[in-house]
């Protein structure tokens, strides 16, 4: 299983079509806030199944702050960075963000989205799935 992980596009669906042509094909997009109402169209775009969470920039968005989903056989947790204070100066460590939340939801992966996180980056690996974060 190929899967594509993407955050804040906040429009530019050009940047987008260019890393879709780059990486293509993939079985899952997963993308993790900030499409600004265009979940319909990005899902267009992919031509593929899109999971999709709302980001600090989703305003009057009915997409679920966070979701839990499937991988292969494995659940993996998706939200946008900002619902967790990531890069808001609390003293969190992204490293530690992550470890809290796979402990706390016995999962796999967690994915966060946003700009702050973007800084980062962190991999994790299933039996039929490799992310890239």
């Known amino acids: 299983m190929r899967v594509l992980v993407i955050s804040d596009t906040h ?78 100066g609390t003293g969190f460590q992204l490293g530690q963000l992550l470890i809290g939340i796979i402990d706390e939801r016995r999962q796999l992966g967690t994915l966060l989205g946003g700009d702050t996180v973007a800084k980062h980056r962190v991999d994790f690996f299933t039996d039929d799935a490799r992310c890239a974060v």
């Open 11 to 88: 429009k530019k669906h050009e940047n987008l079509k260019v890393i879709l042509e780059r990486v293509s094909p993939v079985d899952l997009v997963i993308h993790l806030g900030d499409a600004e109402g265009y979940e319909d169209y990005i899902g267009e775009l992919c031509g593929c199944p899109l999971e999709i969470v709302a980001g600090n920039n989703d305003f009057f968005s009915s997409l679920p702050r966070e979701k839990e989903i499937m991988v292969g056989n494995y659940r993996v947790f998706m939200t946008h960075g900002h619902y967790y204070y990531v890069g808001s």
